[in-house]
């Protein structure tokens, strides 16, 4: 599965995450692609023509706005969103070590789901 974290989510994450999840999902922050910069709705889109199969973010206000609800939902990207509920280096600490815990598991599987349920020519 190639994942896509987006610029809400601290690029420190990158390292172990790739480290934790080698050979089984391709792992990229969009400041390290072609896709810095570029707002919500059309960083969708352009992830999906990429091969991206999920992108990871910490950016709580997309679900408040429609238009980029309804990107999320027309670009088929499996949607990870996770919040940091205390502010400075202890709600990064706490926010990282939940991804770094979790975040391998749940693409595992959503990458076997996907694959078990994907019909002819579905992206796995």
């Not at 997309?62 to 280096?89: F, M, N, V, W």
């Amino acid at each position: 599965m190639r994942v896509l974290a987006d610029e809400a989510v601290p690029t420190q994450l990158l390292e172990p995450l790739q480290h934790l999840t080698k050979g089984r999902h391709d792992i990229a922050h969009v400041v390290n692609t072609t896709l810095k910069g570029k707002k919500d709705v059309p960083l969708l889109r352009m992830a999906v023509e990429l091969g991206f199969d999920a992108i990871v973010t910490n950016d709580i206000a997309q679900l408040a706005d429609p238009a980029e609800t309804k990107a999320i939902a027309k670009s088929k990207l499996h949607h990870i969103r996770y919040s940091q509920r205390q502010l400075g280096l202890r709600g990064l600490a706490l926010a990282l070590g939940a991804l770094v815990a979790e975040l391998p598991t749940i693409l595992d599987e959503l990458s076997s789901t996907t694959t078990s349920t994907a019909g002819p020519g579905a992206r796995a």
